[in-house]
């Protein structure tokens, strides 16, 4: 499964953006995938979660009610709208694939992840 992210800009705060993760491989639909960011100089961190089938997902608490993950199997992508930005969003988003990634409450685990998209960047100006 090789991942791509793409949607990132500058916007400013109180803005919106919509990430998108594009896969390929047969094998998409049956992976968990994640949104994890990285700002200049910080760990790189949790932002969200979604299960294989959509079903499930789970929020970073800074992120919760202003982000929203979903996804389209059929079209081997998963989406993170952006909502409320505010300039401690910016950072390089990278969305991350794995198996029982949720059913293994792991989903804030980044070596949990098998694969991993190249990231693209968010700036949210104030």
């Known amino acids: 499964v090789q991942l791509q992210a793409s949607g990132g800009g500058l916007v400013q705060a109180g803005g919106s953006l919509r990430l998108s993760c594009i896969a390929s491989?047969?094998?998409?639909?049956?992976?968990?995938t994640g949104w994890f960011r990285q700002a200049p100089g910080k760990e790189r961190e949790f932002v969200a979660a979604?299960?294989?089938?959509?079903?499930?997902?789970v929020y970073a608490e800074v992120v919760k009610g202003r982000f929203t993950i979903s996804r389209d199997n059929a079209k081997k992508t998963v989406h993170l709208q952006m909502n409320s930005l505010k300039p401690e969003d910016t950072a390089v988003y990278y969305c991350?694939?794995?198996?029982?990634?949720?059913?293994?409450?792991?989903?804030?685990?980044?070596?949990?992840?098998?694969?991993w998209g190249q990231g693209t960047q968010v700036t949210v100006s104030s």
């Open positions: 979604i299960n294989w089938s959509g079903g499930s997902t």
């Open positions: 491989g047969r094998a998409f639909s049956s992976y968990d």
């Open positions: 991350a694939g794995g198996r029982n990634i949720m059913s293994n409450s792991a989903w804030n685990i980044r070596r949990e992840y098998d694969y």
